[in-house]
C-alpha cells in the first residue's frame, strides 16, 4: 500500500525508502589521508586494457588496421595490372619493388611514408581526447573521478600501441605477400648495393623501429591538438598539415641547413640500412630530433590539459 505524503500528492514507498536509508548508513563516509574517499584509488580508474577494448572496436581503428592489411594486395594488383620487370636489378625503389619481398617492403614504407604512416598516428593521438569532448563525455570521464593526468596517460598509451601496430603491421604484412609472389631474393638498393635476405630482415626491422620512433613528434603534436580543440577533425588534419608543410619546406634548398631542424627532415633516413655500408648519422639525427620536439609537444599537452576548463 502506497501512502501519500504532503500538498503535492507524492506517492512514496515506505519498503523502497527503508532499504534506500539502510543502503546509505552502510555508505562509507570516512576519508583517507589524500582527501578522497577511503578505499578509492585512481590506478584502478580507466585501466589500459578497459580503454584499449573500447579504441578497438571503433569503427576509425578497425578500417585503419583493415587498409593497412589491404595496402600491400593494392600494390601487387597495381603490379600486376602494370609493366614489370620481376628481374630487374637497376632503377629506383619502383622499379626495384618487384625484384624480391623485401624490395616489396621497402616500397610499401616509402610510398605511405610521406602522407598515410603520419596520418595514422595523426589519428590515433589527435583522435584520443578530442573524440571525448566533441562527445561531451569528458567531463563525465573525469567525474569518475579519474585523475586528469592519467586520462592523458592512459589515452597516449593506448594511442601509441595502436598507431606501433599498424606501423608494424604494414611491413610485415607486405613480407608475407612479397614472399608469395616475388620470392626470398636479395635486397637490391638504388645505388646496386645487394643485401642477403636475412640481413636484409633485420635491416627490415630496424627501418620499422626507426620509423616509429621518428614518427613520435606527430604524436606529440597531435595531442597537443587534441587537448586544446574538441573537433577531432581539427587536431588530426592540424598535425597532418603540420608534417605536409615540413615535407614541402625541406625540399627548398634555398634554406640550406635550417632544413635539418625540420621535423621530416630525417624521415627517410631508414634507407640508409638497405646497403652493405650503413651510415648512421642521419639516422641518430633523426631520432635526436623526433625525441627533442615529441618531448616538447607533450609537456605541453600535459600542461595544457592540466589547466583546461573542461565544460563538455
Known sequence: MNDTTGSGGVH??????RELSDLASHERTETGPDGAVAGYRAERTLRLGVELKRQLKRRRTQLVLGFVV??????VVAFEVGQSSPNARSGGFVDLATASAPNFVVLALFVSGTFLLPMIVALFFGDTVASESSWSSLKYLLAIPVPRHRVL?????????????????????????GVLWY???????PTGDSV???PSLVALALSTVYIVVQLAWVAGLA?????????????VGGAVLVAILSQILDQITALEGLRNYLPTHYSFAWIDLISTDVDWSDMAGGVLSSLIYSTVFLLL???RFARKDITS
Open 12 to 17: 512514496t514507498d515506505p519498503a523502497a525508502l
Open 223 to 235: 595531442l597537443l591538438l587534441s587537448v586544446s580543440v574538441e573537433a577531432p577533425l581539427g587536431a
Open 70 to 75: 589491404l595496402l600491400p594486395f593494392i600494390l
Open 196 to 198: 642477403s635476405f636475412g
Open 301 to 303: 599537452a600535459g600542461r
Open 153 to 177: 596517460r592512459q589515452k597516449a598509451i593506448v594511442s601509441g600501441l595502436l598507431s606501433a601496430a599498424a606501423l608494424v603491421l604494414l611491413p610485415l604484412v607486405s613480407l608475407l605477400v
Open 183 to 189: 620470392g626470398t631474393g636479395d635486397a637490391i638498393s
